[in-house]
T-cell receptor
């Protein structure tokens, strides 16, 4: 089954830029989606199809993909961005969703 | 705006079957979208269970497929999950989700905790 690799944790100071990576294989032909989950809350889709933002998501959130790594970038980080972030893909070989293990973003 | 609300007993005995329903408001199930389920064991990451279209097109997590039954009821605008042969490893917060494609989850319910215990 497809495996997505995320760093367990990332720390960033307020006002700085946070980059959360998601590693996989054959990313050229795969779209990556990203979710934010704050403690005790349901996940929220923040990026879909690699770089599109749903309505209501701040422009500070952006997504990109290069080679076999996708990156969620959060610019001008705020205390309220502290959360777990998950990447996700559709494994077309088996027609199912795969989540990464998640990255805990800590705002220092 | 689509809104989702899970409902179910909260406690299931080992070997029994979990039955969970998601009530949809703000959108008609029969209008489209894929209706699915994701779970999250306490303190752990997200695990996709499966999703289905109202007309029956269904997708499953291969590791759970043999125990999962999903259904959609357009008359009540609800969809349901049944997970058989429950064990302690199935203790988790269960979320219902939806999107216009099975490939990601755009809208989420608030989640409900199911505990497997005798």
């Amino acid at each position: 089954s497809y495996v997505l690799t995320q760093p367990p944790s990332v720390s960033v100071a307020p006002g700085k830029t946070a980059s959360i990576t998601c590693g996989g294989t054959n990313f050229r032909s795969i779209s990556v989606h990203w979710y934010q989950q704050k403690p005790g809350q349901a996940p929220v889709l923040v990026i879909y199809y690699n770089s599109d933002r749903p309505s209501g998501i701040p422009e500070r959130f952006s997504g990109s993909k290069s080679g076999n790594t996708a990156t969620l970038t959060i610019s001008r980080v705020e205390a309220g961005d502290e959360a777990d972030y998950y990447c996700q893909v559709w494994d077309s070989s088996g027609d199912h969703v795969v989540f990464g293990g998640g990255t805990k973003l800590t705002v220092l | 705006q689509v809104q989702l609300q899970e409902s179910g007993p909260g406690l299931v005995k080992p070997s029994e079957t979990l039955s969970l329903t998601c009530t949809v408001s703000g959108y008609s199930i029969s209008s489209g979208y894929y209706w699915g389920w994701v779970r999250q064991p306490p303190g752990k990451g997200l695990e996709w269970i499966g999703s289905m279209y109202h007309s029956g097109d269904t997708y499953y997590n291969p590791s759970l497929k043999s125990r999962v039954t999903m259904s959609v009821d357009t008359s009540t605008n609800k969809f349901s999950l049944r997970l058989s042969s429950m064990t302690a490893a199935d203790t988790a917060v269960y979320y219902c989700t939806t999107a216009g494609t099975p490939s990601y989850c755009n809208y989420w319910g608030q989640g409900t905790l199911f505990t497997v215990s005798s």
